[in-house]
């Protein structure tokens, strides 16, 4: 069972528009959610959090908003650029600071000069 | 500093074989983990541990073995290699708090492949 889905496998957005990753999850006990990026051959890199008493974080060009009420979470780039082509995980966790992550299964963003 | 280390890159084993997969940190991270990432499936929590002499299991540890004695190293023992055991490995830490744990770092991963 797949307590975090991300139903875009790929998404293909041209240079300087917006690109929006859509995250799902159904464990209402989910109290902190993360977003990682991830290139060919290396490990995945932590981009940006939010925990469940908030809504929206913003970091520079990247925004997480979280709309609990439809267990769903969003990043925003904006606007996206050519180094943001990379696989993206949305992932969640129990409580803020659980070692346990629940990840999704990723999305592949191309960003489209 | 290295952040996470990971040897080896890449791995061949035949069915039955037994192997150790490396995992080092000198950030002095008190936590650990190994995740297995396979084709649409995303990563899947391996085994973990909190501390030096602290494991414990995740998602998906049968047919692997951890042990944490020192800070720094956390090797994935795998006992006896299974088909179903290959994917790429990659092994993370984070550093805690009062509260938790922060978000964490990667190691670049082990291909591993079983025939």
């Known amino acids: 069972d797949q307590q975090v889905k991300q139903n875009s496998p790929s998404l293909s957005v041209q240079e300087g528009r917006i690109s929006i990753l859509n995250c799902d999850y159904t464990?209402?006990?989910?109290?902190?959610f993360l977003w990682y990026k991830k290139y060919p051959a290396e490990g995945p890199t932590f981009l940006i959090s939010i925990s469940s008493i908030k809504d929206k974080n913003e970091d520079g060009r990247f925004t997480v908003f979280l709309n609990k009420s439809a267990k769903h979470l969003s990043l925003h780039i904006v606007p996206s650029q050519p180094g943001d082509s990379a696989v993206y995980f949305c992932a969640a966790s129990l409580a803020f600071g659980n070692e346990k992550l629940t990840f999704g299964t990723g999305t592949r963003l191309t960003i489209i000069p | 500093n290295a952040g996470v280390t990971q040897t080896p890159k890449f791995q061949v084993l035949k069915t039955g074989q037994s192997m150790t997969l490396q995992c080092a940190q000198d950030?002095?991270?008190?936590?650990m983990s190994w995740y297995r990432q396979d084709p649409g499936m995303g990563l899947r929590l391996i085994h973990y541990?909190?501390?030096?002499?602290?494991?414990d299991q995740g998602e998906v540890p049968n047919g692997y073995n951890v042990s944490r004695s020192t800070t720094e190293d956390f090797p994935l023992r795998l006992l006896s290699a299974a088909p179903s055991q290959t994917s790429v490995y990659f092994c993370?830490?984070?550093?805690?708090?009062?509260?938790?744990?922060?978000?964490?770092?990667f190691g670049p991963g082990t291909r591993l492949t079983v025939t």
């Open positions: 541990s909190v501390g030096a002499g602290i494991t």
């Open positions: 950030m002095n991270h008190e936590y």
């Open positions: 993370a830490s984070s550093y805690s708090w009062d509260r938790g744990f922060y978000e964490q770092y």
């Open positions: 464990n209402s006990m989910f109290d902190y």
